[in-house]
């Protein structure tokens, strides 16, 4: 039973920051490409960020890059995003997402999400 818990989510005012956490379990986290999606209302998911197995590469949308920085530590199966300068664009439901495939998360595990809010 693989379990990928987010947390951290909450409201912050535009410009502000926010570090989201996903703790893993049922898995060999350090075999996974661990990845964060977002969905806003009314609006499909989309890619976020994410991060090589052993946390060596990395990879952003292009709307955060230099903003949000994904990282890892596999002793502890945690997979983190920390938010800074927000936006209210930013506002969605992110999800920690695990995959064996860098190229693809169509057979991945998620989590249930955690609410970003970010006020203008």
């Known amino acids: 039973q693989v379990q990928l818990v987010e947390s951290g989510g909450g409201l912050v005012q535009a410009g502000g920051s926010l570090r989201l956490s996903c703790s893993a379990s049922g898995l060999t986290f350090r075999n996974y490409v661990m990845a964060w999606f977002r969905q806003a209302p009314g609006k499909e998911r989309e890619f976020v960020a994410r991060i090589s197995g052993g946390g060596v590469n990395t990879n952003y949308h292009d709307s955060v890059k230099g903003r949000f920085t994904i990282s890892r530590n596999n002793a502890k199966n945690m997979v983190y995003l920390q938010m800074n300068s927000l936006k209210p664009e930013d506002t969605a439901v992110y999800y920690c997402?695990?995959?064996?495939?860098?190229?693809?998360?169509?057979?991945?595990?998620w989590g249930q999400g955690t609410q970003v809010t970010v006020s203008s």
């Open positions: 997402a695990a995959s064996r495939n860098w190229f693809s998360f169509g057979n991945a595990y």
